[in-house]
């Protein structure tokens, strides 16, 4: 499904073509190296650089006889070349080819990745300064607890997500690797200097220590940020679909002109976005755990990993940059409804406030426990209120929670009417809005 709408730029990144155009340009980089270092002429060394090239076709065509891809690749190459091609993968194994071009698709590809979640930031950063004082309630366990506002919910998606920029950008250190290091890493083939060469030559750093292959850790460490990342996309993108439930209704996925909810219910408007966000997010989390157990090879290498990391890498990249592009898009469209937030604020007739006057009363020589049960007792009577019908709000503008407070008599005797009033204040909830907004957005 995701291959299906996934965006080019990162699938072209993963095509047949584009691993072979990425073996060939690290075959290119040796073979520079061996002429730097006086192995190859310079006249071989240019016919290579010129006209080495490949068939994906033949490659397949030969790959069915000698069941070996790195073989069937460079038989395909120097197909393309006359005796200069003795000196195409010169003293290299076949993982020093494959390792290292694997770590310019990872490196460009989690280049794109960030550029994806810093989309994704301006995204959220843009909504969360539209919403900054939009009242709504917060909730803990389902339930409400006090007055917050949507931009302070945002602001926390911002934060969240610019660490796992972090952790991406740190990855991207982790994995642009590369090697040419020999069949067993001990360098006896080939020159450090010519590791070196090869590497700078192709933006890479070389790995310090290797065997035949480049450290499975590496790729665990992409995959777990990866990973990190679903489940905090996750989480936004469940908050989302909680807003739009009907019962709540507070914030809903843009619906087109001529979109379908249902088959069967004309009147449909369904968080499907969201929900298949949520999905793809599982699905990136589960290349998680292959890509740990990847890091545990038999000595040197074994090829266990192999298959593992033709899905984690392909499928991981190309799903993340799908599901972050569907996500932004969510935000930027996303249809939020401050009068609902203001009613399902006021829906359990001013309970919001019980820290409030809660707080007041031990200013007053009133000890906190027994300022809680004077409080707890007025809250109790407000929710056995709303239990057979009565109206959260009165025709005044006046909570039930306010109503009971004023007719307390302990509680009257600490607070005066204004300054039990003075408890129902939004304000007081939003006083400290602009100094986190500093803090999070700088």
């Known amino acids: 499904m995701v291959e299906r709408y996934a965006r080019d730029e990162m699938k072209n990144k993963w095509s047949i073509q584009a691993k072979y155009d990425a073996w060939l340009k690290v075959e290119k980089a040796v073979v520079k190296g061996w002429n730097k270092l006086g192995l190859v002429n310079d006249t071989d060394c240019q016919n290579i650089l010129k006209n080495a090239s490949f068939d994906v076709d033949r490659i397949d065509e030969i790959e069915k006889k000698t069941k070996h891809d790195v073989i069937a690749f460079l038989t395909s ?16 194994t076949s993982s020093d080819c494959i390792d290292t071009a694997v770590a310019l698709q990872m490196k460009d590809s989690l280049e794109l990745i960030i550029k994806d979640v810093e989309g994704l930031m301006s995204a959220i950063k843009k909504r969360a300064i539209e919403h900054k004082k939009t009242l709504m309630v917060g909730r803990s366990h389902g339930i409400h607890g006090e007055p917050i506002t949507f931009g302070l919910v945002l602001a926390i998606w911002y934060d969240e997500i610019s660490r796992n920029l972090k952790n991406l950008k740190q990855s991207l250190e982790v994995i642009s690797v590369g090697q040419i290091s020999g069949a067993m890493g001990n360098m ?35 995959m777990n940020a990866l990973a990190l990342l679903a489940s905090s996309c996750e989480k936004i993108a469940v908050a989302i679909r909680h807003y739009q439930r009907t019962e709540v209704y507070e914030a809903e996925e843009f619906f087109s002109k001529g979109q379908k909810g249902s088959s069967a219910m004309p009147h449909k408007r369904n ?3 969201s929900e298949n966000i949520t999905g793809l997010c599982r699905v990136i989390r589960s290349y998680a755990t292959p890509s740990l157990e990847n890091v545990a090879l038999w000595h040197e290498r074994d090829i266990s990993h192999s298959s593992v ?10 799903t993340t940059d799908f599901m972050l592009h569907r996500l932004t898009g969510v935000i930027e469209k996303l249809l939020v409804y401050p009068k609902n937030m203001m009613k399902n604020l006021n829906l359990t007739g001013g309970l919001v406030f019980s820290q409030r006057v809660l707080l007041e009363l031990p200013s007053k020589g009133v000890s ?27 025709d005044k503008g006046e909570s039930l929670f306010l109503e009971n407070l004023l007719v307390d008599k302990d509680l009257r005797e600490k607070l ?23 803090r999070v957005f700088k």
């Open 271 to 273: 968080p499907v976005l």
């Open 188 to 222: 006896a083939h080939s020159p450090m200097e010519l590791e070196e060469f090869v590497c700078q030559d192709l933006g890479l750093s070389p790995a310090p220590v290797s065997n035949q292959i480049i450290q499975r850790d590496r790729y665990a460490n992409l």
């Open 416 to 438: 005066n009417e204004d300054e039990i009033r003075a408890c129902f204040d939004y304000d007081y909830y939003t006083k400290n809005i602009d100094n986190i907004f500093a």
């Open 309 to 318: 990391e033709r899905f984690t890498l392909t499928d991981g990249f190309i």
């Open 77 to 92: 190459v120097s197909e393309s070349l006359g005796d200069e091609s003795r000196w195409v993968h010169y003293g290299m």
């Open 368 to 394: 906190r426990e027994d300022a809680y049960k004077i409080v707890q007792r007025n809250s109790m009577k407000v929710w056995e209120d709303l239990q057979v019908g009565k109206k959260a709000i009165n």
